[in-house]
């Protein structure tokens, strides 16, 4: 059974810090993983999507790696800004369906002007 | 193309009474998945729709929950006899076949 662990939970940074967020997978037979972002009381944004075959996805400033074998993805956002608050969440299709995502649960990011 | 749309965006509901909650996907998917969201948790999958088939309910609870993809119209998921611990947000996705799915705003639904 897929588990998804995001670390930290939460993150405070000022504006203009780059930033790292993590994470982890139990079962590496993955078909792809996604980042999201949620605004509160609001739905999903997907930001990136990384196939199983890559490696590491951009759009922006943001940069999303992947390393199956050790159960692992980063989010990186450059230059940080108080727009990017909100919760990112990161979720893996896997679990021998292609249809089932697991979900982390999140990590609510404050970026203070 | 409208992304996937949700109604209500809020719904409140008495204990015992029933909800109905809707997801119109986006125009060429015909794939359909719900989520639930329980404060402080993540999201969870619950169940997996294709035009007039379920897929695969194995998230979701045995009693009370349904849902449906009918040929014509929006997935409708349902709760009956709600209770305080069935508040929470639900989530419809859809994609136009085993691939990226494209998540709906969410209906938020209050039991008092």
């Known amino acids: 059974k897929q588990e998804v662990t995001q670390i930290p939970a939460a993150l405070s940074v000022p504006e203009g810090e780059n930033l790292v967020l993590n994470c982890s997978f139990t079962d590496s037979a993955i078909y792809n993983l996604q980042w999201f972002r949620q605004d509160p009381g609001k739905g999903l944004t997907s930001l990136l999507l990384i196939q199983s075959s890559q490696r590491e996805q951009t759009s922006g400033r943001l940069n999303a790696s992947l390393d199956k074998s050790s159960g692992r993805s980063t989010l990186y956002i450059a230059a940080s800004q108080p727009g990017d608050s909100a919760t990112y969440l990161c979720?893996?299709?896997?679990?021998?369906?292609?249809?089932?995502?697991?979900f982390g649960k999140g990590t609510l990011l404050t970026v203070n002007p | 193309n409208a992304g996937v749309m949700q109604n209500p965006r809020h719904l409140v509901r008495r204990r015992g009474q029933e909800a109905r909650l809707r997801c119109s996907p986006m125009?060429?998917?015909?794939?359909v998945y719900w989520y639930r969201q329980l404060p402080e948790e993540g999201l969870k999958f619950m169940v997996y729709?294709?035009?007039?088939?379920?897929?695969?309910e194995s998230g979701m609870p045995k009693e009370r929950f349904s849902a449906e993809f009918p040929k014509e119209g929006p997935s409708i998921l349902r709760i009956q006899q709600v209770v305080r611990g069935d508040s929470a947000a639900y989530f419809c996705?859809?994609?136009?076949?085993?691939?990226?799915?494209?998540f709906g705003p969410g209906t938020r639904l209050t039991v008092t």
């Open positions: 125009k060429g998917h015909s794939h």
């Open positions: 996705a859809s994609s136009p076949g085993s691939d990226e799915q494209y």
């Open positions: 729709l294709q035009k007039e088939n379920i897929i695969d």
């Open positions: 979720a893996a299709l896997s679990g021998g369906s292609n249809y089932k995502l697991t």
